[in-house]
């Protein structure tokens, strides 16, 4: 049913029309009056040890308010973060990772901040970096965080903040049953998200409260975390969410917002902090990895083990590095049927930016090794690369991790539709070569999301619900949801987000969980009014409320069928007024599960490429791009593929051209957008294509499922197949730059 | 960034007189995407800056004279691009130009201002190097001209006095046939910093022109009267200890982020063959 | 202490006097003094694009531009397009499209876009994709935006 806006209908974007004319209002656009500006002061230095801060000279350029110094916070200095309570506040005695914030200026104007920042002296001790796996796994390695702040336990003396295993079967049993065993090791570089909108944030006193605007994905996490460091009840602590002008992970829990707090406080005045791209770049990058695969199949190409040594590089601080590699490499197998899967995973602490979650969330990384080493063993054989996947695939209903949520969807038509698209099978010139690959990344292992949905009494709507709204167009369904259940034109129904004094709680916007989470949450509070409704005119008719359903817009009674609309009027008649609804949606915790929990669904995907390799240079074209995703539902299709190509696209980036650069010292060399190289639109596949297979067969409203991810977990091993494909050379180490294709070939002749 | 003066003379005189004032202490100021990039970073604190956009003489323009294409110093990469004359005369110029930046930047960005800035990268001093430009400089005892070879020194230094400016760069149009070609080598197909700029030239008397850069302090001009590269008869095996020889000077920086030292000796007679295939069709073609 | 000049700039087709500091950009005066947010600040380096604005017709990056440099010329914002509240014919192809997803880019994409077409009304592929190569966008994958501004072409087409 495709309602004229309703579900399944490509509706326009709702705050579309803010972002064609430039009145949406982002974090760093709106204006609080008498604001203070800041500007961070950082070290040029990974890891130093701070002997004195002098601001004396800072404070005397006119228009400095204050310096916000360490000693300035309560002591001991506070620490916060989203796992492990080890981030503190400001830098404490030590700088840990290049950018760590050593004082912060509060002046009139921008320019006395600056300048105020430049003229703090800061006078510190250069210590040793560690910003390497090998530096940080060697033997008597210097330790990264002090015993002290970690949690007790065997890992506590060693620069290894969590370890997991997972598995099943007994994979040294059966290796020897395998005819033919591949083992390499894969790396995967440190990226960036490089949301176009750098981070920000303002505080502002609110009597005995706060307010604070950020351009956080979690505005309900920064309320919490805030009111704890704080002191104050969570009920003093407002937090307003502005749409962020993109996140890909980045913007998910607080960074800078207590820093900023404290200084607003502090001034009993407005407190505003704009983040540069390169102090963004420093703030926040994804995890690095290095992943060992051992593969062993049987001739025929049935897998009979698969084992995995994951390491993930995070940063000075937790962060979410133990969740990231614990959850990435929970499905390092993927969606296939082993018999023996042993996995070993570490998040390695090191002295470089704290690693937050990145788009895909640890599984572009352990996909790209597991891919890439399914390939090497099909080769190996002499078994095709598609035919390899589709006999270990696991069926609809089958479990791909024993015990754990089984598949959510007949995947094997996804990969088949990606294979028709592409042309599997069918010749290319020389110089071309195809690839394909497999991507499965779980959704949320837990949640809980409320919506209240007011229907007001000429029949608009007004939704409330607390997703953040980064691009994805969560607002759109939300109101398309809205209109499909309660019968009222889209044009009808505003949602409100973004303030956490007036929308009900939601746990956070990530794993590509609204559609589902906060979509049935909406549904539910839908579905309130229309029981609402139904008891009323049950009542009002003296008739049996079983005699009464209500279905996408339509009341039917015995005798009739009414728009609800029409119905909402009878019921509130003369006097007027409005229904309202709640609804909540939860996925509860398990906590004798690894992860805390099962997968509430999955992201799946097939990409397939065809690219063309430059030989003489290493330059490779991507002619043509193949991602297909089982989305459940499109809820709306022109979102859906929006999100899907922008996810490819951000694929072919972190595939061909992004890394981090770390010098000798563990300083970021390529901070900016001058040398830290994303896709511009002469990058693009020369042709890209995104499906999406609709079964609705997912949990959340009419079947739908998340997505957003799905289109960059696996771009990576198709790509390198393709190159691999196309001119025999082998990477085992992103990104594919040209000069590393170029070095692949030299060294393969 | 921090405050400065800011001047706004109208004639190049006016100019040449700030910079006597000022010396090292002033900067000027044409397009601007090199010098507030470095007013914002604060690499350069100059007290002056000298808006050279309001000087009649050296407001956008391209004109012939006596035999040159004249390309005022206002004149921005967009202009020069669109040009017939400069399309027709000197089309490696225009691949360069096309390269430098997004249009945004190319509306603004001077074709002086590239050369002065001094860049190794600088992506239009190959293809002048191959045209043989002459940079056309006006100071306090009056102006001179000086052939771009010599006008470009090293990494951020040009052979300018403390007290001149670029006033125009000049072309002389070939008389006999000429043609050359621009290429480079880049991460992504988007815009990008070189880390290869290379523009190769053949004429009808089978000299071949070689300019590249970004291999070394400064973008560098060979030239080879041997016939042999000019040559369309002669084998790429023939032609590979020519090529291999014209590059020998190159020295790429160990350290950089842009590419290797090793990948970037290796790309240079690729590129280099490329580009002087090119440059041979395009002659034939003139014919 | 700055120095400040007086500057005559028209403004979306206002005409604005005014005294800016010496060293502070087109892009933080458009925002920070006359409050037209609309023009984005991200990379600024002449990079990415979010800051462009139209300068005389002609887009250009407002963060590699001192104000001062605009005096007697005329600047066109994202404010700027469209007529008395209503969508122009882009706009409303970006919508109908779906170009726009944060919208952080849009608006430096919008006068790109709009450059290209006043200049070129029958633009090609190619050419759309050299018109936009100099804004960043990290949602989109550029397809849709691309799609948008072929669909505003004067009596269609694609």
């Not at chain 1, 897998?303 to 601080?317: E, I, P, R, S, T």
């Not at chain 1, 229309?530 to 008891?535: D, F, I, P, S, Y």
């Not at chain 2, 400065?4 to 002033?26: C, N």
């Not at chain 2, 760069?169 to 880049?186: C, D, G, S």
């Amino acid at each position: 049913m495709k309602a004229q806006g309703g579900v399944g209908a490509g509706a326009h974007r709702l705050g579309g029309i803010g972002r064609v004319t430039g009145a949406q209002l982002y974090v760093a656009d709106i204006p609080v009056a008498d604001a203070l500006h800041v500007k961070l002061v950082t070290l040029d230095c990974a890891h130093a040890r701070i002997l004195s801060i002098d601001s004396a000279a800072a404070e005397q350029v006119p228009g400095v308010v204050f310096v916000m110094k360490p000693e300035d916070l309560p002591q001991p200095i506070p620490r916060f973060g989203p796992q492990y309570q080890d981030r503190p506040v400001m830098a404490d005695g030590e700088v840990k990772y290049h950018g760590e914030v050593v004082a912060a200026v509060a002046a009139e104007t921008k320019d006395a901040a600056e300048e105020g920042a430049r003229l703090v002296k800061v006078e510190y001790e250069a210590l040793p970096a560690i910003f390497t796996l090998e530096a940080a796994l060697a033997p008597g390695a210097e330790l990264v965080q002090d015993p002290s702040i970690r949690r007790p336990g065997p890992l506590t003396g060693t620069n290894v903040l969590s370890e997991y295993h997972f598995g099943w079967g007994d994979v040294d049993a059966v290796a020897d049953e395998a005819d033919i065993i591949v083992e390499h090791t894969y790396d995967w570089a440190s990226q960036t998200q490089f949301a176009i909108e750098p981070h920000g944030c303002i505080a502002a006193p609110d009597s005995d409260g706060i307010i604070v605007w950020s351009s956080i994905q979690h505005p309900y996490q920064l309320q919490k975390t805030l009111a704890k460091v704080l002191g104050m009840p969570m009920s003093k602590v407002r937090v307003f969410a502005p749409d962020p002008g993109g996140a890909f992970g980045g913007k998910q829990h607080p960074k800078l917002e207590p820093l900023v707090a404290f200084m607003a406080l502090r001034a009993d005045r407005p407190v505003r902090l704009i983040l540069t791209l390169e102090e963004a770049f420093q703030a926040v990058r994804s995890a690095g990895a290095r992943m060992t695969v051992r593969t062993g199949i049987n001739s025929d190409g049935t897998l009979v083990f698969q084992d995995f040594v994951d390491d993930f590089l995070v940063g000075a601080y937790g962060d979410t590095g133990d969740r990231i590699s614990a959850k990435a490499s929970f499905l390092s197998a993927g969606p296939y049927r082993t018999p023996a899967v042993r996995i070993t995973s570490r998040a390695v602490l090191s002295h470089t930016t704290p690693c937050h979650p990145m788009r895909g969330f640890g599984i572009p990384q352990v996909t790209w090794a597991r891919e890439s080493n399914l390939d090497e063993a099909a080769l190996a054989a002499g078994v095709d690369r598609l035919e390899i996947r589709l006999k270990n695939l696991v069926k609809y209903g089958e479990e791909h991790v024993p015990g754990d949520t089984p598949a959510d969807g007949d995947w094997a038509q996804t990969v088949r539709k990606a294979a028709s698209e592409i042309g599997w099978g069918t010749p290319l010139p020389k110089g071309q070569g195809r690839g394909i690959a497999i991507g499965v990344k779980s959704g949320p292992t837990t949640g809980l999301s409320y919506s209240t949905v007011r229907f007001l009494g000429d029949g608009s709507v007004l939704v409330f619900s607390g997703t953040s709204d980064m691009g994805q167009g969560a607002r759109t369904i939300y109101a398309q949801i809205a209109a499909e259940e309660l019968g009222v034109p889209l044009a009808h129904v505003s949602v409100v987000m973004g303030d956490t004094s007036v929308v009900p709680y939601d746990q956070q916007t990530s794993a590509s969980r609204s559609s589902v989470l906060m979509g049935n949450a909406v549904l539910n509070a839908c579905r309130d009014i229309q029981r609402k409704l139904r008891a009323r005119v049950a009542e009002m008719e003296g008739i049996d409320e079983k005699s009464i359903t209500l279905d996408r817009g339509v009341m039917r009674l015995p005798d009739r069928e009414e728009p609800i609309p029409a119905v909402l009027k009878k019921v509130l008649g003369p006097m007027g007024g409005e229904v309202v609804g709640n609804g909540e949606a939860r996925k509860d915790a398990l906590p004798e599960h690894p992860l805390g929990g099962t997968a509430l669904f999955f992201e799946f995907n097939c990409t397939a490429v065809d690219v063309a390799v430059d030989t003489e240079t290493g330059e490779t074209t991507i002619l043509r791009h193949v991602t297909v995703g089982d989305v459940g539902l499109a809820l709306n299709p022109v979102q859906v593929t929006g999100q899907d190509e922008g996810a490819a696209v951000m694929g072919v980036g972190l595939s061909l051209m992004e890394h981090l650069i770390w010098d000798g010292e563990g300083r970021t060399r390529n901070l900016g957008a001058i040398d830290y190289r994303i896709p511009t639109s002469k990058d693009l596949p020369l042709e890209l294509v995104s499906f999406s297979v609709e079964n609705a067969d997912g949990p959340g409203p009419y079947g739908v499922k998340g997505i957003s991810e799905g289109s960059l977990l696996c771009t990576a091993p198709a790509v390198a197949a393709a190159v691999r494909d196309a001119c025999g050379a082998v990477i085992r180490d992103l990104p594919l730059s040209p000069e590393r294709v170029w070095r692949a070939i030299q060294e393969q002749s | 960034m921090q405050s400065f003066r800011y001047a706004r003379p109208t004639t190049v005189e006016e100019a040449i007189a700030l910079l006597e004032e000022h010396g090292d202490q002033a900067k000027l100021l044409a397009g601007g995407t090199d010098l507030v990039i470095e007013l914002r970073n604060r690499w350069r604190q100059p007290k002056v800056v000298i808006d050279l956009k309001r000087i009649e003489e050296l407001r956008p323009s391209i004109r012939e004279e006596d035999g040159r294409l004249v390309i005022t110093a206002g004149t921005v990469m967009a202009e020069i691009s669109a040009d017939e004359r400069v399309r027709r005369h000197f089309p490696a110029l225009v691949e360069a130009a096309d390269t430098v930046g997004s249009i945004q930047i190319r509306n603004r960005a001077t074709l002086a201002g590239n050369i002065c800035n001094g860049s190794p990268a600088a992506d239009t001093a190959p293809p002048l190097l191959v045209y043989g430009a002459l940079m056309v400089i006006a100071g306090a005892s009056g102006r001179r001209r000086v052939p771009i070879d010599e006008f470009i020194v090293g990494p951020g230094k040009v052979a300018l006095g403390a007290a001149e400016l670029v006033t125009a760069i000049e072309l002389p149009i070939p008389e006999q046939p000429v043609a050359a070609a621009y290429t480079r080598m880049t991460r992504r197909h988007g815009t990008d910093l070189a880390s290869i700029t290379l523009c190769c030239g053949v004429d009808a008397t089978g000299t071949t022109r070689l300019a590249y850069g970004s291999v070394g302090p400064r973008a560098l001009l060979v030239i080879d009267e041997t016939g042999v590269l000019a040559n369309p008869a002669a084998t790429d095996e023939e032609k590979a200890p020519v090529l291999k020889r014209m590059f020998s000077a190159a020295s790429p920086s160990p350290t950089s982020m842009r590419a290797g030292p090793e990948y970037r000796v290796a790309m240079l007679p690729v590129l280099g063959a490329r580009a002087l295939r090119t440059a041979i069709e395009r002659l034939s073609s003139t014919k | 202490m700055n120095d400040t000049l007086p500057i005559e700039v028209t403004v979306n087709g206002r005409l604005r006097s005014f005294d800016v500091a010496v060293n502070h950009t087109l892009l933080e005066v458009l925002r920070d003094d006359l409050g037209l947010t609309g023009t984005k600040e991200c990379c600024v380096v002449g990079e990415c694009g979010a800051c462009t604005v139209l300068v005389d017709g002609t887009p250009m990056n407002s963060c590699l531009m001192l104000a001062v440099e605009v005096d007697g010329s005329e600047v066109m914002t994202v404010e700027g397009l469209g007529l008395e509240g209503k969508l122009d014919r882009l706009q409303e192809a970006f919508l109908d499209e779906g170009a726009a997803q944060c919208g952080f880019c849009i608006p430096g994409q919008l006068m790109s876009a709009h450059a290209l077409l006043a200049q070129n009304p029958h633009p090609t592929v190619e050419d759309v994709n050299e018109a936009l190569a100099g804004n960043l966008c990290r949602c989109a994958g550029y397809q849709q935006i691309r799609a948008a501004v072929l669909a505003a072409v004067q009596g269609g087409g694609r």
